[in-house]
């Protein structure tokens, strides 16, 4: 018997490669489908973090407001004003800062004021150690109070270059609001070896220092104080908002030239802020105290003892067919029509109680 060899005819190469390109055609589109997935997700992970950042960022530095006894707002000059902190309830578009800047915000977003607090613990210095001319303060590591040697550990950590144009706050007996704010001048210098060194604080005459310590004084207090000096501390002055490229941005306060704009947190679409008085002098915030839009009066007669940071963060770009719920958003005032539903978002919030230092 005979067998003729034969090929393929052109409709079965035909037939046969379509069901192959159908099946690649799959497989491409299960690998494309799963590839923006895993983006999506990396996306989510990593807005994630940067929501939890910022969230633990912002109430690390709510929490340390109101060193030397300075409350939240007051009116002691007649005017209600804010002093240790303040909040611009869904600010849109360029907003002036305390500092002389601007900046431009994203629409519905909170704008958060923190002031007169210490990234460095404050200094003990004698009675003897200010000078009214030269106006000047010296830390001394090694210092007597009340005829006991107490080392002021932080001295060796400061930078002395960096201090000059920052606050600086004078306490006396803070059980009786003596503190005094300041500016510290030009050249402060450390000199000497563990334990014996100093650091030596030039301060600007009173008229002549930057708005934004000046606003933080309490009424009738000039530079130099009039009460005895126990503690000295430099003071920061941050300014917390959302850009339009969705970043958590902070404007510190650093001279009397102006300030130092800095990102602390990608990825976040939005921050609301809610103030806790303490309405009834209880010492706790109920459910129905939150400020929601911060009321300037509220916060002048009843002190502020806790504030509430919620923080959202969305993914850069849009993910395709998604609609973001209604209800990741329904926290304080935020308008639904300033959020951009086609992104995914995250959302953290969390308390923080705040504290005075009284030394």
Sequence with gaps: MRFTSRGYSLVEVLVATAVFAIFIIGILNLLDTSTRVSEVEKALSDTQE???????????????????SMRFADNS????????????????????????TTVDVLDGTDVLMLRGFFEVPPF?????????SPLQIVVRETTSIQGSDVISNPVGDVDAASLEGRGLVFMGNLDQVQYSIGQIGA?????GTFPNR???????????????????????????PAFDVYRVGVLENYLYYVSHNFELRRVRADSDAGATDQPVAMNVGNLQIALGP??????????????ITPSLATAVNAPIIAMRITVLGRTREPVRDWQEPAATFEVEDLELSTVDRGARWRRMQVAATMRNFLF
Excluded at 187 to 191: E, F, G, H, T, V
Excluded at 278 to 291: C, L
């Design 124 to 132: 003990f210095v004698s009675r003897t150690d200010f000078s009214a």
């Design 278 to 291: 303490d309405t009834n002098g209880d010492g706790v915030v109920d459910a129905g105290e939150w400020q």
């Design 77 to 100: 000059t007649g005017a209600p004003r804010w002093i240790a902190g303040g909040v611009i309830n869904n600010a849109s578009g360029p907003s002036t800062t305390p500092f002389g």
């Design 50 to 68: 940067n929501v939890r950042f910022a969230a633990y960022h912002i109430m690390r530095t709510a929490r340390m407001v109101g060193g030397a």
């Design 187 to 191: 050249d402060p210098a450390l000199s």
């Design 198 to 224: 100093t650091l030596t604080i030039p301060i600007k005459p009173d008229g002549s220092t930057a708005a934004w310590w000046t606003a933080l004084r309490p009424t009738g207090a000039t530079v130099p």
